[in-house]
T-cell receptor, first 113, second 112 residues
Framework: NAGVTQTPKFQVLKTGQSMTLQCAQDMNHNSMYWYRQDPGMGLRLIYYSASEGTTDKGEVPNGYNVSRLNKREFSLRLESAAPSQTSVYFC????????????FGQGTRLTVV | AQSVTQLGSHVSVSEGALVLLRCNYSSSVPPYLFWYVQYPNQGLQLLLKYTSAATLVKGINGFEAEFKKSETSFHLTKPSAHMSDAAEYFCAAHQAGTALIFGKGTTLSVSS
C-alpha cells in the first residue's frame, strides 16, 4: 500500500532557486497538509487543503505556495529558496478535518545553501 | 487559537521503568487528540487517538493515554519501557474545521 508518497526524498538548492515538492495520496482523502519539521520546533503547518480546490494558510506560509491539483495531489512550491527554508518537509492526508488521523509521507530533506 | 503543549523536550528512563509523556491542550472545546511516534529518519505513525468514545485509550506497542477534561490533558503512558521505544513522540490536536496542530515533541531515551 503506497499511502502518502513524497518526492524527492532529498534536495539541495542554492539560495534563490525554485523547486516544487510533490505529494500524492491514494486513500481518497479529502484533506491534505504540508508541514515543516525543525529541531525543537515540532511540526509546523505551512498550508493545508480541506478539499479539492481549496487551500488555507497555516502557521508559517511565508515563502511558500501550494496547489491542490486534484483530490490525490498537493504540491508545495518554493519560488526563491532561502537558507531559513532548510528543513524536513512532510506531507500528510486525512479523511476529514476532525476525528480521523492523518497519514504521513516519509519526508523531504531540503538544504538551501 | 488552539495550541498543544508537551512538557519536557527530553525524557530519559531505564528499561522496564514507567514511561510518562505529558500533553496539554488549550481549547475550551475538547478537540480530537492524537499521539504520534517518529523513529529516526522516518515519517510519523499513529500510536493512538481520542475521539470521545472512551477516556482511556489503548494504542499500539503497549502505550495508552487518558483524556482528562478537567485538566485539559492527554498524557501518554507505558508501564514498562523497552529499548525499542526510544523515539520522538508528538501530541496533536484536531478540532473540526481546523487543521491538525502539533506540540513541539518529546524525545524519549531508554537506557539498559
Amino acid at each position: 500500500n503506497a499511502g502518502v508518497t513524497q518526492t524527492p526524498k532529498f534536495q539541495v538548492l542554492k539560495t534563490g532557486q525554485s523547486m516544487t515538492l510533490q505529494c500524492a495520496q491514494d486513500m481518497n482523502h479529502n484533506s491534505m497538509y504540508w508541514y515543516r519539521q525543525d529541531p525543537g520546533m515540532g511540526l509546523r503547518l505551512i498550508y493545508y487543503s480541506a478539499s479539492e480546490g481549496t487551500t488555507d494558510k497555516g502557521e508559517v506560509p511565508n515563502g511558500y505556495n501550494v496547489s491542490r491539483l486534484n483530490k490525490r495531489e498537493f504540491s508545495l512550491r518554493l519560488e526563491s529558496a532561502a537558507p531559513s527554508q532548510t528543513s524536513v518537509y512532510f506531507c500528510a492526508s486525512s479523511a476529514d478535518r476532525g476525528r480521523t488521523e492523518a497519514f504521513f509521507g516519509q519526508g523531504t530533506r531540503l538544504t538551501v545553501v | 487559537a488552539q495550541s498543544v503543549t508537551q512538557l519536557g523536550s527530553h525524557v530519559s528512563v531505564s528499561e522496564g521503568a514507567l514511561v510518562l509523556l505529558r500533553c496539554n491542550y488549550s481549547s475550551s472545546v475538547p478537540p480530537y487528540l492524537f499521539w504520534y511516534v517518529q523513529y529516526p529518519n522516518q515519517g510519523l505513525q499513529l500510536l493512538l487517538k481520542y475521539t470521545s468514545a472512551a477516556t482511556l485509550v489503548k494504542g499500539i506497542n503497549g502505550f495508552e493515554a487518558e483524556f482528562k477534561k478537567s485538566e485539559t490533558s492527554f498524557h501518554l503512558t507505558k508501564p514498562s519501557a523497552h529499548m525499542s521505544d526510544a523515539a520522538e513522540y508528538f501530541c496533536a490536536a484536531h478540532q473540526a474545521g481546523t487543521a491538525l496542530i502539533f506540540g513541539k515533541g518529546t524525545t524519549l531515551s531508554v537506557s539498559s
